[in-house]
T-cell receptor, first 113, second 116 residues
Framework: GENVEQHPSTLSVQEGDSAVIKCTYSDSASNYFPWYKQELGKGPQLIIDIRSNVGEKKDQRIAVTLNKTAKHFSLHITETQPEDSAVYFCAASMTGANSKLTFGKGITLSVRP | GAVVSQHPSWVICKSGTSVKIECRSLDFQATTMFWYRQFPKQSLMLMATSNEGSKATYEQGVEKDKFLINHASLTLSTLTVTSAHPEDSSFYIC????????????FGPGTRLTVT
């Protein structure tokens, strides 16, 4: 089955700096890669996703890049703000009606004001 | 759009009793819903996948007789924890997929279950 690894487990940045979170996956058949943000006591929120037919996707301060050859994808947050502090999960899955997401372990991002 | 709600947001129950958690898709029809549990500072663990009108598919190691899942309509799925024990205390989160041929999953706010 799929295995998603996420590094590092914690990341602290200064407000205004950029943050990069990297994930690797094992199953070359995976072709959908979402990123979720989870604040304390809340459910995960889908913030951006990418499919295997593109290498990069951007939405305002957030971007995701995908390298299918190397089987890794990364989340880039620019101009970080304190409200970006949360746990971020990457995930991978195949497409299809009953496809299941495999999550990484999560990374705690702290943005220092 | 793509809002998922859960009820209750938290519940405390006594050991041996059963608890039902509801998951609703508010502005879309969800052909597939998923149930996860999450322990503190850990990732999400998929418990089961449910499709409207059919039996849920449980992940390996998840007791189907203990965690009863019903997906009675395109907007409602329920998880019933039967004969709850303290080790069942956890954060239960549902997600919903808005239609077939769609990859995205949208998550509910979660339900904190504490069994005393």
């Amino acid at each position: 089955g799929e295995n998603v690894e996420q590094h590092p487990s914690t990341l602290s940045v200064q407000e205004g700096d950029s943050a990069v979170i990297k994930c690797t996956y094992s199953d070359s058949a995976s072709n959908y890669f979402p990123w979720y943000k989870q604040e304390l006591g809340k459910g995960p929120q889908l913030i951006i996703d990418i499919r295997s037919n593109v290498g990069e996707k951007k939405d305002q301060r957030i971007a995701v890049t995908l390298n299918k050859t190397a089987k890794h994808f990364s989340l880039h947050i620019t101009e970080t703000q304190p409200e970006d502090s949360a746990v971020y999960f990457c995930a991978a899955s195949m497409t299809g009606a009953n496809s299941k997401l495999t999550f990484g372990k999560g990374i705690t991002l702290s943005v220092r004001p | 759009g793509a809002v998922v709600s859960q009820h209750p947001s938290w519940v405390i129950c006594k050991s041996g009793t059963s608890v039902k958690i509801e998951c609703r898709s508010l502005d879309f029809q969800a052909t597939t819903m998923f149930w996860y549990r999450q322990f503190p500072k850990q990732s999400l663990m998929l418990m089961a996948t449910s499709n409207e009108g059919s039996k849920a598919t449980y992940e390996q190691g998840v007791e189907k007789d203990k965690f009863l899942i019903n997906h009675a309509s395109l907007t409602l799925s329920t998880l019933t924890v039967t004969s709850a024990h303290p080790e069942d205390s956890s954060f239960y989160i549902c997600s919903a997929r808005p239609g077939t041929g769609v990859d995205e999953q949208y998550f509910g706010p979660g339900t904190r279950l504490t069994v005393t």
